[in-house]
């Protein structure tokens, strides 16, 4: 096999992915290198969501929703499932319904596609919300779920169909153009991506010590596949979020809602809990999660955050069967003050990392945006 190609991606994430797939899809060779046998980090953790709704208006939301249309493709070409079920955030409070009302009075302008629901409308679309105290709900159908740990397993395998030449088990430990130094012998590229997720001491680790990146924790949950083929339908999310989001801080009425919510509900700050629901195609439900930020995280899980999450679920979530199957816990690179971070450490190197949250959902729009700026 020639050891050669113009493009080098270094990171088996989705990040990693999805930038290969831009590349040979605009006809380069590609060499995909990822140090793990697998890859197992933030990508295969994840909610499987994407999720353009929770983007800022502009460039994210539009970057987001080409990521999507990308998606779409790729599923598609590659054979790959995934679940078209819209989103619907859930109000129980007089604020959440506040902040939702007025988000789907403002948004529609600014190019989502969403509309406030009464419950009755809320109740129409899913049978998995709690009825009780429901004050409605923002419905958008542009989101939808694959799951996590098929895709980024199977994506590599349509990538080797496009001619992307894969190298697995394969650390990349330097590089000085043209040479990408494998530990297992070395590749000649004309250009480096690196999606290194949040391995920030192996390469440039100068760079990275004055990035003002770091890292960010988050706990998950599964329950086994509920029975009967039950259907969640639209992938949920309830008052809580809309502190995170930051689509939602256009909304002038945010700040009573954080205001409650901190005095309500010390511990949910504390862990920065949320609660989103999805369901992978084999009718398990994914639910999630705490934030904890730092360059050290805790490589312990605390159970008192398992059961504030499953609390607040229940609130709003109606599921034949609660019982938690897995837990596990995801860790993304992030910055405080940009939606991802990219940065060209010498030339012919491109650094693009920390979408945090939202790599999912940016990941295919991303490519594009850093294909682009290569002139590739
Ligand atoms: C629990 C959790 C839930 C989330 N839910 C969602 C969601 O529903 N929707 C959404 O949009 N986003 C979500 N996110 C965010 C999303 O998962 C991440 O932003 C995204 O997965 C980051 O992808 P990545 O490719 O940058 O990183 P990773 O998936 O971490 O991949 C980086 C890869 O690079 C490899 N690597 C690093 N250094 C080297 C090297 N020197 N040589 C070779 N390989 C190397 C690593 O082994 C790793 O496999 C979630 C994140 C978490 C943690």
Redesign the pocket.
Known sequence: MPRRAKVAV???????LAHAYVAARRGHSVVL????RA?????I???????PIGQPSGEMHRMALRSREIWLEVLRAARLPHLPTGSLHVAYHDDEADVLREFAGIAPRVGYECEWLDPSGVIERSGAVQPKGLKGGLWSATEFTVDPRLVVARLPEYLAELGVALHFG???THIDLPWIELGVGSYEADVAIL?????FE??FPDLFRVSGLTRCK?Q?MRTAPQSGGWQLGPSLAAGLTLRFYKAFQMCTTLSKLKERVAREKPEYEKYLIHVLVSQTADGAITL??SHQYGVCVDIFDRPEIDELILREAETFLQLPDFHIAERWH????THAEKPFFEAEPAAGVHIV?A????????SFGLAERTMAGLGL
């Open positions: 270094i990171g088996g994430g989705i990040l990693g290198c990822e140090r793990g890859t197992t980090g933030a990508s953790r994840n909610f499987g969501m994407i999720w394969s650390a990349v999606c290194i997720g949040d391995d192996t390469l988050l998950m999630g999660d995801g860790v993304c690179s990392t979408p945090g949250g939202s790599g999912m959902t940016l």
